[in-house]
Nanobody
Framework: VQLQASGGGLVQAGGSLTLSCVDSGRTFSDNGMGWFRQAPGKEREFVASINRSGKNTYYADSVKGRFTISRDNAVSTAYLRMNMLKSEDTAVYYC?????????????????WGPGTLVTVSS
């Protein structure tokens, strides 16, 4: 698994962005996927995750109802659609693949961490 997140940028509060995570390896559909973020001066935190088929999704309470995670196994890509963005959503966003039988809500279940993409929300 070799992951590359993209799609970040500067957006006004209330706006939308869609992040993409492309897996250049050959086992994308074998793994659940997750999105995480790290704001300046804060620890990395869970944002959303999705199982291998895409049928089951999980969200942090802070983004529930605003963000949508999805995946297209045919093009080895996971997405994070972010609506109604807030200034507190400003962070570097990372994607990672899930391994093993751990929780879909735990960062410990996910690796490797590809390069992140910066999302800046201006108020």
């Amino acid at each position: 698994v070799q992951l590359q997140a993209s799609g970040g940028g500067l957006v006004q509060a209330g706006g939308s962005l869609t992040l993409s995570c492309v897996d250049s390896g050959r086992t994308f559909s074998d793994n659940g996927m997750g999105w995480f973020r790290q704001a300046p001066g804060k620890e990395r935190e869970f944002v959303a995750s999705i199982n291998r088929s895409g049928k089951n999704t999980y969200y942090a309470d802070s983004v529930k109802g605003r963000f949508t995670i999805s995946r297209d196994n045919a093009v080895s890509t996971a997405y994070l659609r972010m609506n109604m963005l807030k200034s507190e959503d400003t962070a570097v966003y990372y994607c990672a693949a899930k391994y093993g039988f751990g929780s879909y809500l735990s960062m410990d279940s996910f690796h490797p961490w590809g390069p992140g993409t910066l999302v800046t929300v201006s108020s």
